[in-house]
């Protein structure tokens, strides 16, 4: 799962005209990754089609294999799990190691908190850096006794209680993986565990625990942010799952389309849950062209396939309440509004620092050595954006081994005088395995550093 071990294969994009075509993202990570856990603790067989088979699900399906569920791939994105049942983790015999995914190492914790087993829990070099502190806390409260690295970070050992208690916990800063690994501990819990939200976060793992038959109820609250309680023993159900496109994968070529000249291009079957649609809100602030058609749900989730044209942005204020539905996705935005007209201030996004990598710092050096005038705040970024013409590019960024900053300057390369190219494709596995052909197939292709 370690990027650092091979040599670093670097990636310039080109783009020698319009983009054009229809599109299928990859399934949605967050999805995916719920998918497979929820199947492994169902009693009995479930199905998925359309998983994501980035390496990031992947750690997730081999650590629900080494506690005991069957994990089996059928074909391209369909995969069979038979579950072990709620309460029958085994130990594993050895350390899980997660690759790059923050996702599968905080939900895992979760579900390993109230079992009675032990779990070494290893990542990358880059994982290794991110602090598990935010999710330690609430499942000690819970009984879990986890011993960290320094910082909380992995490698980490989590010995889940015997008799796990249920808690009533307000997230300090809102979170969906926090208030997702509460709710997964508590499934193990014979009485009620309690999540309170500041602000309302993405609710795959509501809307999935439910569609399993778990014992779940959300409100709103008077001050705003939500209350969601879980009633743990319950015995999950197997289920037929179908996982929407990834809209956090949609926003790459959804941006390039926006940004290259005469571009025209439809996305299939991308996810449109409400908390998770922010990208698409704020584009369409900035004068975006996009249109959602033929809107349907797909497995209790809302899904549109996305027209997207050539459009001149305008720079705008990002409110900073969109931050949580659209967090993933604001390396991309940063990109748009490197082509627009004017400024484009985004605060309160500050949780992108302890990402795969400081990806406002990652971001912001990267897009000043292309020749974009930004200016770096301790929770965002102003970018000064072009009015739509080329940036100078030239530039060669370094990704720090993250997925979202690779794909997100291979994309500012179509729309550079000179390439701009990314040190290190190797990261994209993790999230977007199809990345390069997806983008070839609508009209880019790979380049050389020395064209102009």
Do not use: C
């Amino acid at each position: 799962m370690s990027h650092g071990t091979t040599p670093p294969s670097p990636l310039i994009l080109v783009a020698d005209g319009p983009l054009g075509g229809e599109a299928r993202v990859p399934g949605d990570k967050s999805i995916s990754h719920r998918a497979i856990m929820l199947s492994a603790l169902a009693v009995g067989r479930s199905e998925i089609r359309g998983l994501l088979e980035g390496e990031d699900v992947l750690a997730t399906a081999a650590a629900m294999r080494a506690m005991g569920a069957t994990v089996e791939r059928l074909g391209p994105g369909h995969w069979i799990v038979d579950g072990v049942g709620v309460g029958g983790l085994l130990q594993p015999q050895a350390a899980l190691d997660m690759g790059n995914s923050g996702t599968s190492t905080r939900l895992l914790m979760g579900l390993v908190a109230s079992h009675p087993v032990t779990a070494t829990f290893t990542g990358d070099e880059s994982l290794s850096r991110r602090p598990m502190g935010r999710v330690i806390e609430p499942l000690g409260r819970m009984g879990a006794d986890i011993t960290a690295s320094p910082g909380g970070r992995l490698p980490l050992i989590l010995r889940g209680a015997e008799t796990p208690l249920p808690i009533r916990y307000r997230l300090p800063v809102a979170s969906a993986q926090v208030k997702s690994a509460i709710l997964l501990a508590g499934l193990n819990i014979g009485a009620e565990t309690v999540v309170e939200e500041p602000v309302p976060t993405r609710d795959h793992s509501e809307r999935m625990l439910k569609g399993f038959g778990a014992d779940l109820s959300a409100e709103p609250l008077p001050e705003g942010g939500n209350r969601i309680a879980i009633r743990g023993w319950a015995s999950l159900k197997p289920q037929a799952l179908e996982v929407p496109g990834d809209p956090s994968s949609a926003g790459f070529p959804l941006v390039a389309a926006l940004i290259v000249p005469g571009s025209d291009v439809l996305i299939r079957g991308v996810g449109q849950n409400p908390t998770r649609d922010g990208l698409v809100r704020v584009l369409s602030m900035m004068g975006a062209d996009i249109e959602l058609l033929d809107p349907r749900e797909v497995g209790g989730e809302p899904v549109a396939d996305i027209r997207v044209r050539h459009s001149a942005l305008r720079g705008i204020e990002v409110p900073p309440e969109v931050a949580p539905s659209m967090i993933d996705e604001y390396p991309i935005l940063f990109v748009a509004a490197a082509l627009a007209e004017g400024r484009t201030v985004m605060r309160g996004i500050e949780e992108l620092r302890v990402k795969e990598s400081d990806r406002i710092a990652a971001m912001a050096a990267g897009l000043r050595a292309a020749g974009v005038q930004v200016e770096e705040l301790p929770d965002g970024l102003i970018v000064n954006g072009s009015g739509g013409g080329p940036v100078a590019g030239g530039a060669t960024v370094a990704t720090h081994l993250d997925h979202r900053i690779a794909m997100s300057f291979a994309v500012l390369s179509l729309v550079s005088r000179r390439p701009v190219k990314v040190d290190d494709r190797a990261p994209i596995a993790t999230s977007f395995p199809d990345f390069l052909p997806l983008m070839q197939r609508l009209g880019a292709r790979e380049g050389q550093s020395h064209e102009a």
